[in-house]
């Protein structure tokens, strides 16, 4: 059973850095850069789990889930959300919005498996 | 026994007394310590100065010849005192509030400061009062005689000496207290106490000899009462024309006698002291004449036929050998002519200082009267003694030449008539405000030049009138007769001269004063003696027994606004300790209201209100002027207001500006602190990812390992650049930055940025030129100014989309400014963010990224700090920028084109 | 309201009726006094005709005096009442406030 996880970065070492960690721990990356049509990467790749960066271009980070939660069958999807700015203002609005999981940047390699994991399993329990 | 030398030492002992009183007198008020000197008891002695020689010695033989007339000398004063609410708290109000200096500055004041009209009051004055004085020196002259007779020791006596001895000591004294020094307010403390003193005196010397003749004497007032009624006085005998005019005349002199005048009006301290004096001094005038009748009685009785009865106070305690009690009566009618000559002689001299010998002193000395000062006043205190010296000089030279006979007997009346002249231009002055100067100078002329025709040449008799002028009228006029003008015969010659005298003079002045038109400075002179008692300080208020309260309540609302008003009137109700929702019109209430609307309108615009409902007063010129003052204050004001409130609202306007930008100010620094957040952490995230890649995964290949490195390096590098940029934005905002300034040539600074942009690029960016333009000399920081254009430059290389990529850079003058314009053939950017393309960390495109969005943010500042600008040029076909800046050198450019 | 309009205080009307009259007579004191004054002016002269032709008697002398110092004497009581009521009216904030009626 192969675990697929949709990346939406924009900065492309972090997107590496990233695809490489979840690569070695036996996820499927996909990568996707842009914000304007995110949502519909999302829904066409239908990953078990998305990786969301706040700071896009094209559509914010915010946007694009709240967009995925307004869809039927996206509104279970586990999000990870990714911020450079480590402010609570944001973290409140990521929960609001419906993250499953809000990451500050720079984190830990270790963080982020660990909540790949913790998301996907409780994906898979539900 | 009485010898006359005795006389001569209680004499000067009296008068050195007098001088320490009047000294001590001096030296207190000096000190300020005069709360007994201003006692209303002093200021009602001081008025006897009415009570002359002529009264003292005098009334008796008035008495001896003509029975009870004589009281009326002494009931017109009484008259005049007990009306004082009437006009003499008007007069003294007048005097104190227009600093008045005597009648003569009073007249001269009402009617426009006219000085004609002082000057002929103070001629009518002089000739008037001067006989008098004469007559005070006869009087002491006379008792001096009575003791130089009775004196056993023989010592001879020279009247002439001792009359003019008298006149030089009474002269010295006048000048002493008198004129010492020039008060403001012309009181003289010293010489009114004094005269108090001689007032006590001369009141018990005479108490002393009428209780004497009626218990000593006649045993008792029933005994003294037959002896009267048995008397050749015996029965009341009187000319009624004589009892009524002289009464007036008396009333009319009381007040217009420059003495009286002095005393009454320019001594007085307080208004209040005319409610003591109103009932105090008729009472001394009383006591006065109480005597009288018995003593004359008695005198006629006891001594021999064609004793002088004018000496029966002296002669009758002479003749009872009560050498004491006519030594006492001797200091009584001393004082009483030492007194009246000392004041007659200070008030006369004022006058005549000030409304002749000064004026024409000032005119002489040319140079402008009103520039001159330091010496005046030497010469004012001059110029008095000098006239001191010269009106007893004439009363002395008066007596000489008149002989000292029974002429000057009848002088007193004569005199009296004389002063009342001035009484129709005074009262119509102080309560006709249609009076003139025209009519006042028309009614003195009358009334001074008939009672020289009917009254004083026929009195002075004998020479100056011929007979014939008399019997048959000058030139054979015989409507013209002295004593019976118009043809009306059989009047008594006093009543005839003031009857005519009066009439015409009150007529001339009634008539011209409605026919001529009074001069602006007399109208408003005229309303302010008129209606001294709206515009005097002192006891002031209205009287409000006829106020609308309705109208107050009215007009108030008007004012005030209907609630406040209605609060106010409910508050003086409730005060006032009454019910209802209408106050009682009390002065108190009044005021209090008046204050309230004085603040919406100004004092003397609510007094005219409150004074035009309550009908206390009309409207005065003053009034007028006073509302046309506050009208133009409050017009002032309310241009201030106006001015103040449009800078109120300029400074709400800058507050609300300032606040605005506080508040972008703000946001952008949270919007910042965010933004170098992300931009720091964004790098450091890979950075720390690919270290514990590195560091924790095992067998990586060798390119993998090299490219995380490289990676980790790059980022590492995006970091350094970030806080370069910051570092070098903060130190441009904060205007830290050092310039560097020196001249260069624009295409020097081009070509190095252009090649420093295009060195070791990959990208074609193809660069475009004119050269022509750029031979241009600037003074400016040739680096900072290479740094904005490799970042242009940059930017171009960077972002644009061309297929061929282009950059255009044109330089030009437009306006005195060094224009440098940097167009590429991109896309540029869209009109939506061009508007924040300067804005820090704003990148439109984040793919391309690897500035930190501050570059286009420093330039801005760089191109700031050195004058210029740079802008993004809007409607160009692709990204355009323009560089612009100070041409401040164009000389240096020229020369450099050499 | 138009009752209580026309019922202010009774102490208070008094007080401000007093004081007008108190006004009045002061003007009115110096015509009283010529009036009481000229009342002589009145009485048979001894040198009038009637009295010469014995018809009437002349007025003696003494009671000429009581009347006249009677009347001086009057008119100057009249002053010192005139001049306390004028003391105590000239200051009204003083003795005579309102509720110490």
Redesign the interface.
């Given at each position: 059973m192969g675990r697929h996880v949709l990346l939406v970065e924009d900065e492309p070492n972090i997107t590496e850095a990233i695809r490489f960690l979840l690569s070695r721990d036996g996820w499927t990356v996909n990568t996707h850069a842009s914000g304007t049509d995110a949502v519909e990467v999302i829904r066409v790749a239908r990953p078990d789990l998305v990786i969301l960066d706040v700071m896009l271009p094209g559509k914010s980070g915010m946007d694009i889930l709240r967009d995925l939660r307004d869809l039927d069958e996206l509104n279970d999807m586990p999000v990870l959300m990714l911020t450079a700015r480590g402010q609570m203002r944001d973290r409140d609005m990521a929960e609001k919005a419906g993250a499953s999981r809000f990451m500050t940047k720079p984190f830990s390699n270790t963080e982020v498996l660990n909540a790949v994991r913790d998301l996907h399993a409780q994906a898979s329990q539900s | 026994m009485a010898s006359l030398n005795m006389l001569i030492f209680v004499c000067i002992s009296y008068v050195v007394l007098l001088f320490i009183v009047a000294f001590m007198a001096d030296r207190l008020a000096a000190k300020g310590r005069t709360t007994w000197l201003r006692s209303p008891i002093v200021y009602t002695l001081s008025l006897s100065i009415y009570c002359t020689a002529w009264t003292f010695y005098g009334a008796v033989g008035y008495a001896a010849r003509s029975?009870?007339e004589f009281?009326t000398i002494y009931?017109g004063p009484?008259?005049?005192?007990?009306?004082w609410?009437?006009g003499l708290r008007k007069l003294v109000r007048i005097g104190r509030s227009q600093r008045i200096t005597s009648i003569a500055d009073l007249v001269s004041s009402r009617y426009g400061k006219s000085n004609l009209l002082a000057i002929c009051v103070t001629i009518l004055a002089v000739i008037g009062v001067t006989p008098y004085i004469a007559l005070q020196l006869q009087s002491i002259t006379l008792s001096f005689s009575i003791f130089s007779e009775a004196d056993p020791s023989g010592a001879t006596y020279s009247e002439t000496a001792t009359v003019f001895w008298v006149a030089a000591g009474l002269a010295v004294f006048a000048v002493l207290f008198g004129t010492r020094n020039l008060d403001a307010n012309e009181r003289h403390h010293g010489v009114v106490t004094a005269i108090a003193l001689e007032a006590v005196v001369k009141l018990f010397a005479l108490l002393a000899v009428g209780v004497f003749v009626v218990w000593g004497l006649s045993g008792g007032i029933a005994e003294t009462?037959?002896r009267?009624?048995a008397?050749e006085?015996?029965?009341?005998?009187?000319?009624?024309g004589r009892?009524?005019a002289i009464?007036f005349l008396a009333a009319a002199a009381f007040i217009c006698l420059p003495r009286m005048f002095q005393v009454m009006v320019v001594e007085n301290d307080d208004e209040?002291h005319l409610?003591?004096a109103?009932?105090a001094f008729?009472?001394y005038l009383?006591m006065m004449s109480?005597f009288v009748?018995p003593i004359a009685v008695v005198g006629l009785d006891l001594l021999p036929a064609g004793s002088n009865p004018d000496l029966f106070v002296l002669t009758v305690p002479l003749s009872q050998g009560r050498d004491g009690l006519a030594m006492l009566a001797f200091l009584g009618g001393f004082s009483s002519a030492t007194s009246m000559v000392i004041v007659a002689a200070m008030a006369l001299s004022t006058m005549v200082s000030n409304h002749i010998v000064m004026p024409i002193w000032l005119s002489y000395r040319g140079d402008g009267g009103a520039s001159v000062s330091g010496d005046v006043r030497s010469v004012v205190l001059l110029s008095r003694r000098v006239s001191i010296a010269v009106i007893m000089g004439l009363g002395y030279s008066y007596f000489r030449l008149s002989g000292g006979g029974t002429a000057l007997a009848s002088i007193g009346l004569i005199s009296f008539t004389g002063i009342a002249q001035i009484l129709p231009a005074l009262l119509g002055g102080i309560f006709w405000r249609g009076a003139t100067k025209a009519g006042a100078l028309a009614g003195l002329s009358v009334g001074f030049g008939l009672w020289v025709y009917t009254l004083l040449l026929p009195g002075l008799g004998v020479g100056l009138v011929s007979e014939a002028v008399f019997q048959q009228g000058p030139f054979g006029l015989s409507w013209l007769r002295p004593q019976a003008l118009f043809g009306i015969t059989g009047l008594d010659p006093l009543v005839h001269s003031v009857m005519w005298s009066m009439l015409l003079n009150a007529a001339a002045f009634t008539l011209v004063s409605l026919f001529s038109f009074p001069s602006p400075i007399e109208r408003l002179q005229g309303a302010q003696f008129v209606n001294v008692f709206d515009h005097s300080s002192g006891?002031r208020?209205w009287?409000?027994?006829v106020a609308q309260v309705e109208d107050l309540m009215i007009m108030s609302q008007r004012i005030l606004g209907a609630a406040e008003a209605q609060a106010l009137f409910r508050r003086q109700?409730i005060?006032?300790?009454?019910?209802?929702?209408?106050?009682?019109?009390?002065?108190?209430f009044l005021q209090t209201l008046e204050r309230e609307l004085s603040g919406s309108v100004g004092a003397a615009t609510a007094h005219a209100m409150v004074g035009q409902i309550v009908g206390g007063s009309s409207v005065s010129v003053q009034d007028l002027m006073a509302v046309a003052d506050e009208s133009a204050q409050l017009l002032e004001y309310s241009s201030q207001l106006e001015a103040k409130s449009t800078e109120l609202a300029r400074t709400a306007r800058q507050l609300r500006e300032a606040n605005e930008k506080l508040t972008q100010i703000s946001l952008q620094k949270d919007a910042f602190l965010s933004q170098v957040s992300h931009e720091l952490r964004t790098p450091m995230t890979s950075i720390r990812a690919f270290s514990e890649i590195l560091r924790d995964t095992s067998g990586l290949a060798e390119d993998e390992h090299s490219r995380y490195a490289t990676i980790i390096l790059d980022e590492a590098m995006r970091l350094t650049r970030l806080l370069d940029d910051l570092l070098d934005l903060s130190v441009l905002e904060s205007g830290q930055v050092t310039l560097n300034m020196r001249e260069g040539v624009l295409m020097d600074v081009l070509d190095q940025a252009v090649s420093t942009v295009l060195a070791g690029a990959d990208s074609p960016l193809r660069v475009k030129r004119r050269r022509v333009g750029e031979n241009v000399v600037l003074k400016s920081d040739l680096d900072r100014l290479a740094q904005v254009f490799i970042n242009l430059i940059a930017n171009a290389q960077k972002y644009c989309d061309a297929e061929r990529p282009e950059l255009t850079i044109s330089a030009h003058h437009i306006g005195g400014q060094l224009v440098v314009d940097l167009i590429d053939n991109g896309s540029g950017i869209p009109t939506d963010v061009q508007a924040m393309v300067f804005e820090k960390f704003a990148r439109v495109n984040a793919e391309k990224a690897g500035g930190a969005g501050l570059g286009l943010a420093i330039c801005r500042e760089i191109m700031h700090r050195l004058g210029g600008d740079v802008t993004y040029l809007s409607g160009q076909s692709g990204g355009a920028f323009r560089v612009t800046m100070p041409l401040s050198l164009p000389k240096l450019a020229e020369l450099a084109a050499q | 309201?138009n009752?209580?309009?026309s019922?202010?205080?009774v102490?208070?009307?008094h007080?401000?009726y007093r004081?007008?009259r108190l006004?009045d007579a002061?003007?009115l004191?110096?015509v009283i006094?010529?009036a009481v004054?000229?009342v002589?002016?009145l009485?048979?002269?001894?040198?009038s005709a009637q009295?010469v032709a014995g018809e009437v008697e002349?007025?003696?002398?003494?009671?000429?005096?009581l009347y006249?110092?009677g009347a001086?004497?009057g008119?100057?009581?009249?002053?010192?009442v005139?001049?306390m009521a004028?003391?105590r009216w000239?200051q009204?904030?003083g003795p005579q406030r309102?509720?110490q009626g």
């Open positions: - | 029975g009870l009281v009931l009484t008259l005049v005192m007990i009306g609410w009437w009462m037959a009267i009624d008397s006085i015996g029965q009341w005998q009187m000319k009624s009892w009524t009464t209040r409610r003591t109103a009932w008729p009472l009383l109480l009748v006891p208020g009287s409000g027994s109700v005060l006032q300790g009454g019910r209802g929702h209408l106050p009682d019109p009390t002065p108190t | 309201m009752d209580d309009r019922s202010p205080s102490f208070l009307e007080q401000s004081r007008n006004a002061a003007r004191l110096p006094g010529a004054l000229a002589p002016l009485w048979p002269s001894a040198d009295v002349a007025v003696p002398m003494s009671t000429a005096i006249i110092f001086w004497a008119l100057i009581g009249l002053s010192v005139f001049g004028a003391r000239g009204p904030d309102p509720g």
